[in-house]
């Protein structure tokens, strides 16, 4: 008998196989996510991630799709239109606001611009992990309290070292997201259910399973050292029993992450014994 995935991971994954470094062609895409969404395992799977820059580049074909703003963003707006019309549902929008070290106001103030043309898009800002980041979340929280569907997304890896942000300054970011009432979505470097090493970089990867157990601890009133501890967690036997424990409640904060292979993380679950594999 088909099994539901427990609501603790429900829309966890997000397809991110239309994403670089190596994305497949938009026709391939498409009819993999429509295999991954009517799976046994279809309430694990979020939305499939479109580049805007596909526009034009490949017939696009109806389908429902987040986007990702990698053109200018004063495109976006023509972008989504041309989406739309071409039978494209667009179920929100994600896009960044800054480069690492740049002032992310500006790029906030042009996403509440576009709010404001009212296309009635959810949007995701990406804000770097860096100077100015608790104005932003201040300004994201000023913005969701008149009434814009905007929260904050995180990359949390990616190609430097000091792209990955140490257990105490990611739980520092949760803590924050917490005391705002912000939920927010993570990218890059979520590779795996719990922590470690790439042998081949030597970066030390975020997992998915301790962000979540992470947010459900903060949820829950716990402090960044409580919080960083379950982020630093490099086995999974301290992660599962919370995961257990609270498989059947909403997922808190952590609205989800991106991967290109929807199969590996599902499979770590598995693995893990938090999804059964599909029977009872």
């Known amino acids: 008998m088909s099994t539901m995935v427990p609501p603790l991971y429900a829309g966890l994954v997000d ?16 009819l ?13 799977i979020g939305s499939l991630l479109m580049p805007a820059s596909l526009l034009g580049t490949e017939r696009v074909p109806r389908l429902t799709a987040a986007l990702i703003g990698d053109v200018p963003a004063a495109a976006l707006p023509n972008t989504v239109e041309k989406l739309r019309s071409s039978g494209v549902l667009v179920r929100h929008l994600e896009a960044a606001v800054a480069r690492r070290g ?26 770097p992990l860096s100077w100015g980041l608790l104005a932003a979340l201040d300004s994201v929280a000023e913005a ?18 000091e ?3 140490t ?22 470097g979520m590779r795996h259910a719990t922590r470690h090493t790439d042998p081949e970089t030597g970066f030390t990867h975020h997992g998915f399973l301790n962000v979540l157990v992470a947010t459900v601890i903060a949820a829950g009133g716990g402090e960044v050292a409580e919080v960083a501890e379950a982020l ?11 995961a ?14 991106g991967a290109a292979n929807v199969v590996e993380p599902l499979t770590e679950l598995v693995r893990l014994g938090l999804i059964n594999g599909g029977f009872e």
Do not use: M
């Open 15 to 30: 397809d991110a196989c239309l994403l670089p470094p190596s994305p497949v062609g938009l026709d391939d895409a498409v």
């Open 32 to 44: 993999k996510h429509q295999e991954h969404i009517t799976s046994w395992y279809s309430d694990l």
């Open 102 to 127: 740049e002032d992310p106001q500006p790029g906030l103030a042009t996403l509440r611009t576009f709010a404001a043309a009212g296309t009635g898009l959810p949007l995701y800002a990406e804000i």
């Open 144 to 161: 969701r309290a008149d009434g814009v569907p905007i929260a904050p997304k995180f990359r949390v890896g990616g190609l430097a070292a």
């Open 163 to 165: 792209l990955f942000p």
């Open 167 to 188: 257990p105490v300054e990611l739980a520092a970011v949760i803590c924050a997201c917490r005391d705002r009432e912000l939920p927010f979505k993570l990218a890059a």
């Open 232 to 242: 630093a967690a490099t086995h999974p036997v301290p992660l599962v029993e919370p």
């Open 244 to 257: 257990r424990t609270h498989r059947d409640g909403p997922r808190p904060l952590f609205v989800g992450f």
